[in-house]
């Protein structure tokens, strides 16, 4: 089997497709999920769910949120023109630039806060449609590698550490934003070059809480801490920092981001089959096999 061939994970000479292969993975799970009816029933539950949670979502904050820009930008309009109306003819042609920074504005405040209502749906999806995206996660490892997956012991004692693993990983993914989030806001107070790099930070950092949610299901099982499943992101790069990414976009586009949270759970499995499972932990789970 290639599981058993494959000892080295890629080289760098590989990095370019897996660039490319990283961003196929959603893409890949949809067309598994149209070709196996018998995965369907793992992911209509989530969608739901998520519909009921992202309608909430949208008339509590997107609205409101819309209104919010359109008055900011109304009354930057508004103070723009009063300047320009008292400068020398010449110069009056900073209106049209006004108009222009106006336009701009709302561009990036209406994205800032569709990102935004994207991961806290992603947040509340994925905690809400835990018990059946654990399924649809086992249900496409055992399709994937041809084994059944490594589960966790199931007892009482074990139900309560699950809670409490799944409580610290929410806690630790909140520490890690305020621990990178924080400076990075600080950043945009630098001239010309802070805000550049607080978008390019956030976007990283949230690609990587992404990527972290995504491939949690396989990750948990194997019981990895904290640490070790954002050391598996980073010897998966760059395919996990391409995979993270598009699943960040699918999840921050309204509407599709309702079907698109258990497609992006769904991949993160098949990322985890492809690209971690047969270099560093396949050999471990096959010597350990009885």
């Not at 509590?60 to 003819?89: M, Q």
């Not at 947040?123 to 649809?136: A, H």
């Not at 086992?138 to 490594?150: A, F, S």
Request: proline letters at 7%; aromatic letters at 12%; one cysteine or more.
């Amino acid at each position: 089997m290639n599981q058993q061939r494959s000892k080295q994970p890629p080289s760098l000479i590989h990095a370019p497709l897996g660039l490319i292969f990283g961003f196929t993975y959603p893409f890949r799970a949809l067309g598994l999920f149209i070709r196996t009816p018998k995965l369907w029933g793992y992911v209509i539950v989530p969608i739901i769910v998520n519909i009921v949670v992202g309608i909430l979502l949208y008339v509590g904050l997107l609205f409101p949120g819309l209104n919010g820009i359109e008055v900011l930008v109304s009354n930057l309009d508004n103070r723009i023109d009063t300047w320009v109306a008292n400068l020398p003819t010449w110069l009056q042609y900073l209106d049209v630039s006004a108009v222009i920074l106006g336009w701009l504005l709302r561009i990036v405040l209406v994205t800032a806060l569709l990102l935004v209502i994207g991961f806290i749906l992603l947040q509340f999806g994925v905690i809400l449609g835990s018990p059946w995206y654990g399924q649809l996660s086992e249900r496409l490892e055992e399709l994937r590698t041809g084994k059944p997956p490594v589960l966790p012991p199931n007892s009482l004692t074990s139900i309560f550490q699950d809670i409490g693993r799944a409580i610290l990983f929410e806690l630790k993914k909140l520490a890690l934003q305020l621990l990178i989030g924080i400076p990075l806001f600080l950043f945009n107070f630098l001239p010309v070059y802070g805000s550049i790099l607080f978008t390019i930070g956030g976007i990283s950092l949230a690609a990587t809480i992404t990527c972290l949610d995504f491939l949690d299901a396989p990750l948990e099982r194997r019981r990895l801490k904290f640490r070790e499943k954002l050391k598996m992101i980073r010897l998966a790069l760059p395919a996990s920092g391409s995979f993270a990414l598009v699943c960040l976009g699918l999840i921050t586009i309204p509407f599709v981001n309702l079907l698109a949270i258990p497609v992006c759970v769904g991949s993160g499995t098949l990322f985890f089959c492809d690209r971690l499972w047969p270099y560093y932990f396949a050999s471990q789970e096959q010597s350990t096999q009885p």
